[in-house]
C-alpha cells in the first residue's frame, strides 16, 4: 500500500471527503540564542523535506506543496477564547513563553503555568493558565483564558488536561461536557471534544535514555479545520483509538528522537538557539513522514521558564497541555539514583528537572 492510500484510509488526505458529523463525545547541544528570535516565522523547510506526498497532506493540507501562510499572528488579540482553540496558521511558527510560578504556601507541589505569545518589540500576549487540582485521584489539571480564575466552575475555564493513575497517558478535553453528564441534559448540549492523547514510554534502555512520546490529534478537513472528537464511552476516546491502531481521522506524532554525540557524550537536538538549559523536559514533536518539520518543540531557558513553539495544525490549548503533560509524566520525575546519574551524564539532553 502507497502513501497515498494510507492516507486515504486514514482519512486526512487533502483528496478525500471527510465527515464531520459531531458524535457525543538535533545534531547539536542546545546553546545560547545570538540573538533575539521572531515570535512568529516562517517555518524554514528543507528542500529535501517535501514530495509530492508529503506529510503536509498527513497533516491535513489540501495540497502537495509546503504550507502557504495563511496570515500572519495578531498584535492585538479580540476573542482570545477563538484564539486558543484556532489551529496555527500553516506556515507561521507561533513562538511562546510558558512560566512556572511557585511562590506561595501550597504552590511549590501545585504551581501554576502561564503561556504568553512571544512579540518582535519584545512584548507578551497572555494566553493561557494552567494549575493542577488539589483534590483529584490522578493529575488533573485545569486550563483558563483568565491568569486570575482558575476555577471549573468560572466563564474563562477553557479545557483540562488529565492523566491515568501511573501518569504516563494523558488526554486534553475542551470546556465541553462530559458526556455521561451530558445525557440527562437537553439533546443540543455541548458535550467535550478531545483535542489531544499523550503517551510516555521507556525506551529500549528503560531510563538510561530519552523517554518515548507519542502524541495523537485529531485529523484536519479540506478548510484545515479540526474534526471534532467527541467519544460517547472509553472505547471511543482518542487512546483506545491509538492503542487499537484505529487511525481513522487522527494524526499520530512523536518525540524526535536525540542522537548521541560522542564529543559532548550526550544525546543531543538542535533547537536552534531557543532552547539554553538541558532538561529531561526538552523535546521535539515531528511526524514520521516529515522529520524536519517541528510540530512543536519545547524547551527550558531557566529555571522555571521554558519556550514553546508550535506549528500547525496544532492549536494553543493543545500545544500548552501537552507541555503540561511534560511536567507531570511520571516518566520525566524519575529520581532513583540510576537515572540521576544518567540524567547528569546524558547532559544534552536531559539533566536537570
Given at each position: 500500500?502507497?502513501?497515498?492510500?494510507v492516507?486515504?484510509?486514514?482519512?486526512?488526505?487533502?483528496?478525500?471527503?471527510?465527515?464531520e458529523?459531531?458524535?457525543?463525545e538535533?545534531?547539536?547541544?542546545?546553546?545560547?540564542?545570538?540573538?533575539?528570535?521572531?515570535?512568529?516565522?516562517?517555518?524554514?523547510?528543507?528542500?529535501?523535506?517535501?514530495?509530492?506526498?508529503?506529510?503536509?497532506q498527513?497533516?491535513?493540507?489540501?495540497?502537495?506543496?509546503?504550507?502557504?501562510?495563511?496570515?500572519?499572528?495578531?498584535?492585538?488579540?479580540?476573542?482570545l477564547?477563538?484564539?486558543?482553540?484556532?489551529p496555527?496558521?500553516?506556515?507561521?511558527t507561533?513562538?511562546?513563553?510558558?512560566?512556572?510560578d511557585?511562590?506561595?504556601?501550597?504552590?511549590?507541589?501545585f504551581?501554576?503555568?502561564?503561556?504568553?505569545?512571544?512579540?518582535?518589540?519584545?512584548?507578551?500576549?497572555?494566553?493561557?493558565?494552567g494549575?493542577?487540582?488539589?483534590?483529584?485521584?490522578?493529575?488533573?489539571?485545569?486550563?483558563?483564558?483568565?491568569?486570575?480564575?482558575?476555577?471549573?466552575?468560572?466563564?474563562?475555564?477553557?479545557?483540562?488536561?488529565?492523566s491515568?493513575?501511573?501518569?504516563?497517558?494523558f488526554?486534553?478535553?475542551?470546556?465541553?461536557?462530559?458526556?455521561?453528564?451530558?445525557?440527562?441534559?437537553?439533546?443540543?448540549?455541548h458535550?467535550?471534544?478531545?483535542?489531544?492523547?499523550?503517551?510516555?514510554?521507556?525506551?529500549?534502555?528503560?531510563?538510561?535514555?530519552?523517554?518515548?512520546?507519542?502524541?495523537?490529534?485529531?485529523?484536519?478537513?479540506?478548510?484545515?479545520?479540526?474534526?471534532?472528537?467527541?467519544?460517547?464511552?472509553?472505547l471511543?476516546?482518542?487512546?483506545?483509538?491509538?492503542?487499537?491502531?484505529?487511525?481513522?481521522?487522527?494524526?499520530?506524532l512523536?518525540?524526535?528522537?536525540p542522537?548521541?554525540n560522542?564529543d559532548t557524550?550526550?544525546?543531543?537536538?538542535?533547537?536552534?538557539?531557543?532552547?539554553?538549559?538541558?532538561?529531561?523536559?526538552?523535546?521535539?514533536?515531528?511526524?514520521?513522514?516529515?522529520?524536519?518539520?517541528?510540530?512543536?518543540?519545547?524547551?527550558?531557558?531557566?529555571?522555571?521558564?521554558?519556550?514553546?513553539?508550535?506549528?500547525y495544525?496544532?492549536?494553543?490549548?493543545?500545544?500548552?497541555?501537552i507541555?503540561?503533560?511534560?511536567?507531570?509524566?511520571?516518566?520525566?520525575?524519575?529520581?532513583?539514583?540510576?537515572?540521576?546519574?544518567?540524567a547528569?551524564?546524558?547532559?544534552?539532553?536531559?539533566s536537570?528537572?
Amino acid at each position: 500500500m502507497n502513501l497515498q492510500d494510507v492516507l486515504q484510509k486514514r482519512g486526512i488526505s487533502g483528496s478525500v471527503n471527510f465527515d464531520e458529523e459531531d458524535a457525543e463525545e538535533e545534531k547539536e547541544e542546545v546553546r545560547n540564542p545570538t540573538g533575539p528570535p521572531s515570535p512568529c516565522s516562517e517555518v524554514e523547510r528543507p528542500g529535501s523535506a517535501m514530495s509530492e506526498k508529503s506529510a503536509a497532506q498527513e497533516l491535513g493540507a489540501s495540497s502537495a506543496v509546503p504550507p502557504k501562510t495563511d496570515a500572519q499572528m495578531p498584535g492585538e488579540i479580540e476573542n482570545l477564547e477563538e484564539f486558543v482553540l484556532r489551529p496555527a496558521p500553516r506556515g507561521i511558527t507561533a513562538k511562546c513563553r510558558i512560566t512556572r510560578d511557585k511562590k506561595g504556601i501550597d504552590r511549590g507541589l501545585f504551581p501554576t503555568y502561564y503561556m504568553h505569545l512571544e512579540q518582535d518589540d519584545n512584548r507578551k500576549i497572555f494566553l493561557l493558565a494552567g494549575r493542577k487540582r488539589k483534590k483529584s485521584k490522578t493529575s488533573n489539571y485545569l486550563i483558563s483564558i483568565d491568569p486570575t480564575d482558575l476555577s471549573r466552575e468560572g466563564e474563562s475555564f477553557i479545557g483540562k488536561l488529565r492523566s491515568n493513575l501511573m501518569g504516563t497517558k494523558f488526554t486534553v478535553y475542551d470546556h465541553g461536557i462530559n458526556p455521561v453528564k451530558a445525557q440527562g441534559l437537553v439533546e443540543k448540549a455541548h458535550t467535550r471534544q478531545e483535542l489531544a492523547a499523550v503517551c510516555y514510554e521507556t525506551n529500549v534502555l528503560g531510563f538510561k535514555g530519552p523517554r518515548k512520546m507519542s502524541v495523537i490529534i485529531p485529523g484536519m478537513n479540506l478548510n484545515h479545520q479540526r474534526i471534532p472528537i467527541r467519544p460517547r464511552n472509553e472505547l471511543d476516546s482518542l487512546l483506545s483509538k491509538w492503542q487499537n491502531k484505529n487511525l481513522d481521522n487522527l494524526i499520530e506524532l512523536h518525540n524526535k528522537a536525540p542522537v548521541w554525540n560522542d564529543d559532548t557524550q550526550s544525546y543531543v537536538l538542535n533547537f536552534h538557539g531557543r532552547v539554553t538549559q538541558a532538561s529531561v523536559k526538552n523535546f521535539q514533536i515531528v511526524h514520521e513522514n516529515d522529520p524536519d518539520y517541528i510540530v512543536m518543540q519545547f524547551g527550558r531557558v531557566a529555571e522555571d521558564v521554558f519556550t514553546l513553539d508550535f506549528n500547525y495544525p496544532l492549536c494553543a490549548l493543545q500545544a500548552f497541555a501537552i507541555g503540561l503533560s511534560s511536567f507531570d509524566s511520571k516518566l520525566a520525575c524519575d529520581t532513583s539514583p540510576l537515572f540521576i546519574f544518567t540524567a547528569i551524564r546524558y547532559h544534552g539532553y536531559c539533566s536537570g528537572m
